[in-house]
Nanobody, 126 residues
Framework: QVQLVESGGGLVQAGGSLTLSCAAS????????MGWFRQTPGKEREREFV??????????YYANSVKGRFTISRDLAKGTVYLQMNSLKPEDTAVYYC?????????????????WGQGTLVTVSS
C-alpha cells in the first residue's frame, strides 16, 4: 500500500518561493500519476488540482492558475515528488495535499486519486 508524507509548508511573503516535498513509500508505482492539490479555508470539501506528474515518464500537467509559477518534479531514486512554487500570491494560501492515482487516463480530479497525504499548510502574506 502506498503511503505519502508531505513536508515543506510554511509562511512566506508574496512574491517569495517555497518547495513542497512528498515522500512516497510502499508498493512500486509503475505508471502511477502523482499529484498536488490544495484546499482553501471555507472549502473543506473541495480540493483544487494544482499539478501532476507521471511517475515513470515524467509528463507534467498544471492548473492554469499556477502555470509558469509552479514546477512539479520527481526523484525516482528518492521516491519523492516536489512542487517548486515561485512568485507566490496570497491566493495561493491553502493546505497542500500530495496524492497518487493508478488510473493512467482518468481526469485529474480529486475523486480519481486513491491515496492522499496528510497535507501541509502554505500561508502567503501580502
Amino acid at each position: 500500500q502506498v503511503q505519502l508524507v508531505e513536508s515543506g509548508g510554511g509562511l512566506v511573503q508574496a512574491g517569495g518561493s517555497l518547495t513542497l516535498s512528498c515522500a512516497a513509500s510502499g508498493r512500486t508505482f509503475g505508471s502511477y500519476r502523482m499529484g498536488w492539490f490544495r484546499q482553501t479555508p471555507g472549502k473543506e470539501r473541495e480540493r483544487e488540482f494544482v499539478a501532476a506528474i507521471t511517475w515513470g515518464g515524467g509528463r507534467t500537467y498544471y492548473a492554469n492558475s499556477v502555470k509558469g509559477r509552479f514546477t512539479i518534479s520527481r526523484d525516482l531514486a528518492k521516491g519523492t515528488v516536489y512542487l517548486q512554487m515561485n512568485s507566490l500570491k496570497p491566493e495561493d494560501t491553502a493546505v497542500y495535499y500530495c496524492a497518487c492515482t493508478s488510473q493512467t487516463t482518468a481526469p485529474l480530479t480529486q475523486g480519481n486519486f486513491e491515496v492522499w497525504g496528510q497535507g501541509t499548510l502554505v500561508t502567503v502574506s501580502s
